[in-house]
């Protein structure tokens, strides 16, 4: 039996036709190995073959022992404790909105505020987390490797898609032009364009081996998302985006994909990063509204106030938050201020402080720590992963979930109002639906850890061969 013929009889054996490649080369390259030290030893080109293939071992049970470990895998754990979380995310949209009802007698429902929360809240919210449960679902199926070979020109339809569509029906609401029909829905672009993530982790992996023009080029290719993000404008998403991307580039810089010093690379990198609120502020000055100039000012004073006088009241739902946080008790409800009914009323973007309030603070850090356990689990998986392209994008997706919800707690502590809504915790209509397509997509890249290693994405779907000499 020649190589060839090992080969096909080994890999026929494996079910999952996307292994087969990548188990064909490493097959391949053990028995080239092999042969080379019997044609060291004086035998010739036919017999080193033949001795090197039979040293392998029987091909269908090698195969079959194979087919154990190249096959996808589902992380079944993970899928339960983001199922649960999501129920739980549901019975704390019920519980606030009835807190709510008991709290502020002046609300004017349609009807019963329990006939409300059943017809109005609750059953919308139930549908949107079915959605993007499937969604998540489908995507898990779906072949990530797929989305880096057109990352560069899926990006540019993307965003042209949003621009047009902002622009022809785009909703203004509150000075945000962040609402675009879609139908008899409205969703949010603010959370749409978290999809240019994994999009830049694979033109990030396409512009592998260059060099300086490569890294500034990676950089031009943010510009589409923070733009629209912009546009909106929304500083704390334009943020959360930007370290998000800066966190994707560090981590192809520090593994060497340019050729750069990284040290001096990755510095300066974070160095203009750092001076970016200062150019959101230049860039309000000059083009902006004279509101949105005094919020940035008031972030900035904000951020000083905490450190002194956090009960301060620069905005009006820092000095209710943070009396519900210190009249809170480690176990169990809490005395609740006055102007408890304020901040329940936005409960959406304040459900931590809500739970801290009710439950008890204790009750809030767990549902906190366990949002964070989900994401930093997922970034270290990924930053394990074998297949490069499925670490860049599950490291970036991993850590645009970490931002946004470190952003969540920010605002659940009364620090600086973000209000940005955080995985599991809060529901922000059709937008969520993209959340779970991340989470999906995180599924996919620990489903296929085991069948696309690295370095065959290109060759999988071209059918280039490699340079086995290499």
């Not at 390259?29 to 017999?47: F, P, S, V």
């Not at 139930?126 to 070979?149: E, F, Q």
């Not at 929304?234 to 520090?254: D, M, Q, W």
């Not at 408890?340 to 009750?363: E, R, S, W």
Request: glycine residues 8%; neutral net charge; charged residues 15%.
């Amino acid at each position: 039996m020649n190589t060839d013929e090992y080969i096909n009889t080994l890999t026929e054996q494996i079910r999952c036709k996307k292994a087969r490649h990548a188990v064909a080369e490493e097959i391949w390259a053990h028995i080239e190995d092999q042969k080379q030290e019997y044609l060291c030893e004086g035998a010739d080109e036919a017999e080193a073959e033949e001795m090197a293939v039979k040293e392998m071992g029987d091909p269908i049970e090698a195969g079959v022992a194979l087919d154990t470990i190249h096959r996808p895998k589902m992380a079944w754990g993970m899928i339960a404790l983001m199922s649960v979380l999501s129920i739980l995310g549901l019975v704390l949209q019920y519980l606030v909105h009835l807190d709510l009802s008991k709290l502020q007698d002046n609300v004017n429902y349609p009807g019963s505020p329990v006939r409300y929360i059943i017809d109005g809240i609750t059953p919308n919210t139930v549908i949107v987390v079915i959605l993007g449960l499937a969604a998540m679902i489908l995507v898990c199926y779906l072949d990530y490797s797929r989305i880096g070979l057109r990352s560069k020109e899926i990006t540019v339809f993307l965003f042209l898609a949003i621009i047009l569509w902002q622009w022809a029906a785009g909703l203004k609401v509150n000075g945000r032009q962040d609402w675009i029909p879609v139908g008899s829905i409205e969703v949010s672009i603010s959370m749409l364009i978290y999809l240019f993530i994994p999009l830049y982790a694979g033109i990030i992996y396409n512009n592998r081996g260059k060099s300086y023009m490569g890294f500034f080029e990676s950089i031009l290719w943010m510009l589409p998302a923070l733009f629209i993000s912009i546009r909106i404008p929304s500083a704390v998403t334009t943020i959360v985006l930007l370290l998000t991307f800066a966190v994707i580039l560090t981590a192809a810089v520090s593994r060497g994909w340019f050729r750069v010093s990284r040290k001096y690379t990755i510095g300066g990198m974070w160095a203009a990063i750092a001076l970016f609120p200062a150019f959101l502020y230049i860039l309000a000055k000059c083009f902006g509204n004279e509101y949105q100039i005094y919020r940035l000012q008031a972030y900035a004073g904000r951020l000083t106030q905490w450190i002194t006088n956090p009960d301060g009241n620069i905005f009006y739902l820092t000095k209710p938050v943070n009396q519900m946080l210190s009249g809170g008790r480690l176990i169990g409800a809490g005395e609740l201020p006055d102007t408890a009914a304020a901040v329940l009323g936005k409960g959406n973007y304040y459900m931590l402080t809500y739970v801290a309030a009710f439950y008890g603070i204790l009750a809030a850090a767990a549902l906190a720590g366990a949002v964070i356990f989900v994401f930093f689990r997922f970034f270290r998986i990924s930053l394990r992963q074998k297949n490069q392209l499925g670490m860049i994008m599950g490291a970036g997706c991993s850590a645009a979930f970490l931002l946004q919800t470190a952003a969540y707690i920010i605002n659940n502590l009364g620090i600086i109002p973000t209000e940005i809504n955080a995985p599991f915790i809060s529901y922000g209509g059709a937008g969520t639906v993209v959340t779970y397509i991340l989470l999906g997509l995180l599924l996919s890249i620990y489903r296929y850890q085991n069948v696309l290693p690295a370095g065959i994405l290109q060759e999988h779907y071209t059918g280039k061969p490699q340079n086995h000499s290499s």
